[in-house]
């Protein structure tokens, strides 16, 4: 099974996982804090195995690195040249509150790149899938999918849109957004949940996603793929391309996400550069 084949058996697998998830939807499930304080709920904990096993019958030789599932030890995941990325249900505040902004997302890395990417949504059955080199796409759940394309400016007359956390921001981050405007007129600001802020930029809906705030490594995997198909890239603040590394933090570095080769890249690369310091 090559990666496109594969890619579209894990569109099938994260599918599933929402239905696991939406009988807990606006349910009142019981939250519990994990070790860093975030919550986690049986939704997590029932699309977490639903995913587990669906990936081992697929790929029984590729680890799985999944939120619900992380005390890897550091020596071993080194030693995985390619291996699933797993966030079974990103945004789970977003959950919690009754927001349809929660997603499943299922990377497959290879050697610290993002291969394909699959974000869910489970309320609606919509799903966005794609990597570097293979393309990218939105599907409904009874529709065809139809390939999506970042937009490298607004539209005619329309604001430089920038996608903002719901729910996490910074001073470098409002920072960096106060210098934008000065570099690209005013801003509109699209405030959306969990990865759904790649997916805006990847179908064009949106112009940049800065994030100088905390993520993990399976919050933003899947979406990057979906963006690098889509014609788009993450950066670092160095400019650097965004990696997943096996380190013993499972953090993110800051990041930004963008249209490839955009005209106002080094404007943002100035900012982040001078607030990176």
């Not at 029932?46 to 587990?52: F, L, N, S, T």
């Not at 957004?177 to 802020?197: I, R």
């Not at 990847?202 to 933003?220: H, I, K, M, N, V």
Request: one cysteine or more; charged letters at 20%; hydrophobic letters at 45%.
């Amino acid at each position: 099974m090559n990666d496109q084949q594969l890619m579209g058996e894990v569109v099938k697998l994260a599918r599933l996982a929402g239905e696991a998830i939406l009988p807990f939807w606006r349910a009142d499930v019981a939250v519990t804090a994990k070790a860093d304080d975030s919550p986690v709920t049986a939704a997590d904990l029932a699309a977490h195995q639903v995913i587990a096993d669906g990936l081992q019958v697929l790929a029984p030789h590729i680890p799985v690195l999944s939120e619900e599932d992380c005390e890897i030890p550091l020596a071993e995941r080194q030693a995985w040249r390619r291996w699933w990325l797993v966030d079974p249900l990103d945004g789970t505040k977003e959950f919690i509150a009754g927001s349809e902004e929660f997603t499943v997302n299922i990377a497959l890395i290879e050697e610290g790149e993002v291969v394909f990417g699959v974000v869910a949504m489970p309320t609606n059955g919509r799903c966005y899938f794609g990597g570097r080199g293979l393309g990218a796409w939105r599907a409904e759940v009874n529709g065809s999918a139809e390939s999506i394309r970042v937009r490298r400016q607004p539209p005619e007359g329309g604001r430089f849109t920038v996608v903002a956390s719901k729910r996490h921001s910074s001073p470098q981050q409002e920072a960096l957004l106060g210098g934008l405007g000065s570099a690209v007129g005013e801003l509109e600001l699209a405030n959306v949940g969990s990865s759904l802020k790649f997916c805006l930029l990847a179908e064009g809906a949106a112009d940049c996603y800065p994030r100088l705030a905390p993520t993990s490594q399976w919050d933003t995997a899947a979406a990057q793929g979906v963006l690098e198909g889509a014609g788009g890239e993450v950066i670092g603040l160095d400019g650097q391309p965004f990696r997943y590394p096996a380190r013993e933090s499972l953090l993110n570095e800051f990041f930004l996400a963008l249209p490839g080769a955009a005209a106002w890249r080094p404007a943002l690369l100035q900012l982040a550069a001078a607030i990176g310091r």
